[in-house]
């Protein structure tokens, strides 16, 4: 219904995401983890649509721009009945193997300066793409890996993703 339009997301979710949303005619831009931060962007660019890997879901389509799990849950079943096969819906998803968000203990301060630390002396191989709106975040064609100062908490959080445990 809204061809073109930014589709805005975190830096914790699937590297699958922005082809799907390529395919689907929208734009994904990768933003700052962060209920307010995903919700200020939204209005920022007029996006229909925002979510984080936590399940905050902001819809500003048909919604008033905020996340509500039941008017998810909603839309969720509105995808699901125009097809006779949810299941098949439900299975054609990539598959991938994730770890769950992990989180390192800093001291007050610490991990903001070792993500700036990593940033300054990085060096990337030629397949890898290096996105730091948000910490460090570095995909390769088969996954990526994320380590990002928390916003809430002296903690470092990595997440990793590959199409396969090899990659992974």
Known sequence: RNPGAVIV???KCTGHLAAHVLRHGGSPLMWKTGHSLIKAKMRELNAPLGGEVSGHLFFGDRWFGFDDGTYAACRLLEILSRSADANAVL?????????????????????????????????????????????????????FGLLRASNTT???????EGRTPEAL
Do not use: F, K
Request: charged share 20%; glycine share 4%; hydrophobic share 45%.
């Open 9 to 11: 997301y975190d830096v």
């Open 91 to 143: 299975h054609a998803l990539p598959d991938s193997y994730i770890t769950p968000v992990l989180h390192i203990a800093c001291q007050e301060g610490e991990a903001h300066a070792l993500v700036d630390q990593l940033l300054a002396t990085l060096t990337l191989d030629a397949d890898a793409r290096l996105n730091s709106v948000d910490g460090l975040r570095v995909d390769w064609p088969d996954g």
């Open 154 to 160: 002296p903690v470092l959080v990595m997440r990793c």
